[in-house]
């Protein structure tokens, strides 16, 4: 049974910092591409990052370049999201999800698409 389970969320300030994590267990981890994706209250899906299996390659939305970035540990099957300079408007349900490879941009945004999702965790942004 495959289970990604996120952690790590929680209410900060602005310009706060979180780190998120996804721990995969029935899934063999450093085979997939790895994605967080969040949904903000009344809001479709947005990508946010994802990860190549073995790491090297990564890529942000615009809204987030520059202030999250991604890593993966595959050694603990474990995926991470390091956020810093955190705004009002990044707060969201995140959601780690799994794809065998890299998703054209136009895709990352469907649920569809993905193989595996976790429940999510909370992201509050506020003073």
């Known amino acids: 049974q495959v289970q990604l389970v996120e952690s790590g969320g929680g209410l900060v300030q602005p310009g706060g910092s979180l780190r998120l994590s996804c721990a995969a267990s029935?899934?063999?981890?450093?085979?997939?591409?790895m994605y967080w994706v969040r949904q903000a209250p009344g809001k479709g899906l947005e990508w946010v990052s994802c990860?190549?299996?073995?790491?090297?390659?990564?890529y942000y939305a615009d809204s987030v370049k520059g202030r999250f970035t991604i890593s993966r540990d595959n050694a603990k099957n474990t995926l991470y999201l390091r956020m810093n300079s955190l705004k009002p408007e990044d707060t969201a349900l995140y959601y780690c999800?799994?794809?065998?490879?890299?998703?054209?941009?136009?895709?990352?945004?469907?649920?569809?698409?993905?193989?595996?999702w976790g429940q999510g965790t909370q992201v509050t942004v506020s003073s």
């Open positions: 990860i190549s299996t073995g790491g090297t390659s990564t």
């Open positions: 999800a799994s794809y065998r490879t890299l998703l054209l941009h136009l895709y990352r945004n469907l649920p569809s698409k993905y193989d595996y």
């Open positions: 029935g899934v063999t981890f450093s085979s997939y591409w």
